[in-house]
């Protein structure tokens, strides 16, 4: 497999703005939602309101929004990295195709 | 002929004169006092207005309404403070007589016609205006609407007070698996009164309740065929506690702590190592240390690092876990706002589910496939035991915090396999026997139920919710981070596309692992690297 980092860098560029177009939001409440189900594990419902349980909402909420990010990211690498392999052995084909001398039709 | 004529014409005058005689009444009463435009639509809208309301009947050729039957006087008398017509409410009886026998005698009749602490539901608090009740699509989408009624009052915390209900129903349900599926839409989704009954509904605690511990099973066996009482003491309304249901709670409690901490340490991790990554990388720029690590003349530029086997595994799981992981999280925070618009991507919650299945049975799938390899890598007498902890992988954690904190010049030697990343496969070991078992509980509660207590079975369920943000959190964030996004990795290392790493990051990143392969660092590779550098 061929290892363009300039290609993979320009699909985690776009793996990261297709997260804040799409996944941000998502990310944001779901990771709130991980974080508020954890203190209402640790310190009983209905949450109190002292720092550590808001603390561990928020702590939850940036995990949501790093770990989406995360995945947004690479899976955005990998996808550029795997589309520049292909239009690159595409290419490649294409000129040796042009290459090769044309047998005589007589 | 003449013989179907004659009642046809009949019933098209009566429809006609109603219309007229309501006419009369929507000459007056118009908008915002009355909205003729829903009445229209209603299914009420063939009635005339004084078939309700008695006593306003303005068509001469009619005869006096019959006075009202003792039992609608103390209905009307009873909800007079509520409603500006209570005779009219307590006149549905006359043309739903079931119905109305039902509701007298139901918990919800009696608080109303009995001297209670707050006024029980009539038929307009449930089906709302009679001017404006409308055929509903079907059964799904009118249980829906039902659920939302029901809930109006039993999460209204005055009413709920006042009347010394229990504030655990509305939350209760809505966190429950019942009430994720009705916040996401589903059209199976059962609602109070398919548990609880509708107009004959009765007190839990009486004989007659649907849901009273003698009848609950059958009741939970309508839908879940087979259900035991094991089975029907899995769902409950009231919240988990230490004396109600210890197993469960302490289960809650355990993954709670242990996601936490794990989670909390992994990040310092992150930060820590980000933190050297930079130091490292301004060192570089200052020209105080090499870009890359020295290689010999003549070393490949990559060396094999995972076989063709090792590879499909790990895709299996990646695929697996991600589609675990985007098909669970909605039904989890059903509430949440966007989960519909999820599961809709999907084709509908119980798409999502079959997806849901599909991909752990792939994950299974792949576990066996790693056992399967690795017991054939024994049969080979190859090395199993890379994966297995050792004290140096201690001596290495120690020697790793201290170059994180600047204690020390250099990062450990590590191994083949480092220590994150021994964590790594035994998290993913760990992680896949539990939520395999416990997805399997989840799968076929029913079944499950015959051998399991029930407080296994919940623990169980609760394990898997637990064990998913844990495995997803620590996967997408530690995971990605070690292997792909540190900066001197960013954007992505190609090791899990191809199996190959460049030497340069084998030297770095597997310092043991290097000088295995090349023990004549001076002479370069071994000769058995095909690709060598440009």
Not at chain 1, 42 to 55: D, E, K, T, V
Not at chain 2, 410 to 428: G, I, L, Q, S, T
Request: net charge positive; hydrophobic share 45%.
């Amino acid at each position: 497999m061929r290892r363009n980092k300039m290609v993979a860098i320009a699909g985690a560029a776009i793996g990261t703005a297709l997260f804040f177009a799409v996944g941000l939001l998502p990310a944001v409440l779901y990771g709130g939602y991980a974080g508020l189900l954890l203190a209402t594990g640790i310190f009983g419902a209905p949450l109190p309101g002292h720092i550590f349980a808001r603390g561990l909402v928020a702590f939850g909420s940036l995990l949501g929004v790093l770990a989406t990010s995360a995945v947004f990211a690479v899976a955005g690498a990998a996808a550029a990295s795997g589309l520049g392999h292909l239009v690159a052995t595409a290419s490649e084909s294409g000129r040796e195709k042009v290459a090769e001398p044309h047998a005589n039709p007589r | 002929m003449r013989f179907f004529l004659f009642p046809a014409t009949l019933l098209l005058l009566a429809a006609g004169a109603a219309a007229a005689s309501n006419r009369s009444c929507l000459a007056c009463h118009t908008s915002p006092l009355f909205d003729a435009q829903a009445f229209a639509g209603s299914v009420h809208a063939k009635l005339e207005c004084a078939d309700c309301h008695r006593g306003f009947n303005f068509d001469l050729h009619r005869a006096a309404p019959p006075p009202p039957s003792a039992a609608e006087k103390a209905i009307a008398e009873k909800i007079g403070a509520k409603s500006t017509a209570p005779a009219a409410i307590a006149a549905c009886g006359r043309c739903h007589e079931s119905q109305m026998s039902d509701w007298t005698a139901s918990v919800h009749g009696q608080w109303v016609r009995e001297k209670r602490p707050a006024a029980g539901p009539t038929c307009l608090d449930c089906h709302g205006s009679a001017h404006a009740i409308v055929k509903q699509k079907d059964a799904a989408t009118a249980g829906a609407a039902f659920a939302e009624r029901c809930l109006k009052c039993h999460e209204d915390p005055a009413l709920v007070n006042a009347a010394g209900l229990s504030a655990e129903a509305g939350p209760g349900y809505r966190d429950s698996v019942h009430g994720r599926l009705h916040a996401l839409g589903s059209p199976k989704a059962p609602v109070c009164a398919t548990c609880h009954g509708a107009h004959d509904i009765a007190a839990i605690a009486s004989p007659d309740s649907l849901v009273h511990p003698s009848n609950k099973v059958k009741t939970c066996a309508e839908c879940h065929k087979g259900a035991t009482e094991n089975f029907a003491a899995t769902f409950t309304h009231h919240p988990l506690t230490q004396r109600s249901r210890p197993i469960p709670y302490w289960t809650m409690v355990f993954f709670s702590f242990l996601t936490s901490v794990v989670l909390t340490l992994l990040v310092v991790h992150v930060l820590l190592d980000f933190g050297s990554e930079v130091r490292r990388i301004v060192r570089q720029r200052r020209g105080l240390s090499p870009k890359e690590p020295h290689l010999p003349a003549g070393a490949p530029v990559s060396v094999q690092r995972f076989d063709r086997h090792q590879l499909v595994q790990h895709w299996l799981l990646i695929g697996s876990v991600l589609t675990l992981v985007i098909t669970e999280w909605p039904l989890r925070g059903a509430s949440i706002s966007t989960s519909a618009t999820l599961v809709a991507f999907f084709g509908g919650v119980h798409q999502a589910g079959v997806i849901h299945r599909v991909a752990a049975i792939v994950m299974g799938a792949a576990a066996v496939y790693h056992l399967g390899y690795l017991t054939v890598l024994a049969a080979r007498r190859e090395s199993i035991f890379g994966m297995v902890p050792t004290l140096s992988d201690v001596r290495n954690i120690y020697q790793n915090f201290s170059f994180f904190l600047g204690l020390r010049s250099e990062r450990p030697k590590f191994a083949r396999f480092a220590y994150h990343e021994k964590f790594d496969y035994w998290a993913v070991f760990w992680g896949v026997a539990i939520m395999f078992g416990t997805g399997l509980v989840r799968w076929f509660p029913v079944l499950f139920a015959r051998w399991v207590p029930a407080s296994i079975i919940e623990a169980a369920q609760i394990a898997h919710g637990d064990e998913a943000t844990l495995a997803a959190l620590a996967l997408f964030v530690w995971h990605l981070y070690n292997v792909h996004l540190r900066p001197s990795v960013f954007p992505m290392s190609w090791t899990w596309l191809d199996g190959r790493i460049e030497t340069h990051a084998l030297k770095e990143e597997h310092a043991l692992e290097y000088e295995k392969m090349f023990p004549d660092k001076h002479n370069g590779a071994t000769g058995k690297e095909k690709e060598t550098r440009p």
